[in-house]
């Protein structure tokens, strides 16, 4: 029933409540300095938080909400520097952790950090492109993106398949959402100023031009069951 404030600088994770205070034990000062802002998972909706970031060691570091590094984690080691977020998906009641170096590199943990999926070969993620459960066909679990624009399969047993939907920079950003309302996951691309938007049979349902290049993540945003806004700045 609190309104706090969670960030990480490199040497602290701060928490700070709505009157600018520092939340009891914090700022925690960190062992290890961190290399990217931090990510809050809660498996479990039960705000049994886990704060999640990247060394510069390239470890990988859990605290939990009292700011104690969480026992029984593995600190998985990444092979680059992690500048993005980790990020975490709940499927099938298994938990998935993302993480994506700067190379482009993947690995797949469980929530003791041990590897939950390993890629029966390396893929290069884009670095504005997330990770999203696949509702479209049984290619693979869950999907993202390349440094090309292909669309990346990832099945639950490693394997790798690939779509091409067209060229685009290795600085696109991708989204997975339903944009038209039928009922049906879309594939939005917006490539330097280009916006495009395909369906699941690869048809082109909406396109834009912007008069300036996007460089900031764009966001869907839903109003209602039946309403959603795409917003770009």
């Known amino acids: 029933g609190k309104i706090q404030y969670l960030f990480n600088t490199p040497t602290k994770l701060h928490l700070i409540d709505l009157l600018g205070r520092n939340v009891e034990n914090y700022p925690v000062r960190l062992n290890q300095n961190a290399n990217n802002g931090l990510s809050v998972f809660d498996y479990g909706n ?11 060691d390239k470890k990988i570091y859990n605290f939990d909400k009292n700011g104690k590094q969480v ?3 593995t600190k998985a080691q990444a092979l680059g520097n992690v500048d993005k977020p980790l990020q975490h998906i709940r499927h099938n009641r298994r938990d998935y952790i993302f993480l994506m170096d700067a190379n482009g ?12 999926i390993l890629l029966k070969r390396n893929i290069t993620q884009a ?28 099945a639950s047993n490693g394997n790798i398949q690939t779509t091409d939907f067209g060229t685009f920079s290795e600085n696109h950003f991708f989204l997975y959402e339903d ?19 395909f369906d699941r049979f ?8 912007f008069k300036n290049n996007i460089t900031i993540q764009p966001k ?9 806004l795409l917003g770009i700045v």
């Open 202 to 209: 690869k048809k082109v349902i909406f396109t834009y031009s």
């Open 46 to 56: 039960d705000r049994n938080y886990r704060f999640v970031f990247a060394g510069t």
């Open 179 to 197: 944009f038209n309302k039928n009922g049906h996951k879309d594939f939005t691309y917006l490539d330097n100023n280009t916006l495009t938007v």
């Open 105 to 116: 590199s993947i690995r797949i943990l469980n929530r003791q950090g041990k590897d939950r």
């Open 71 to 73: 026992s029984g984690w």
């Open 127 to 154: 670095l504005n492109s997330s990770i999203y459960v696949n509702s479209t066909n049984n290619k693979g679990q869950f999907i993202t993106t390349d440094k090309t624009g292909k669309l990346t399969y990832i």
């Open 220 to 228: 869907m945003i839903h109003l209602s069951r039946n309403e959603s």
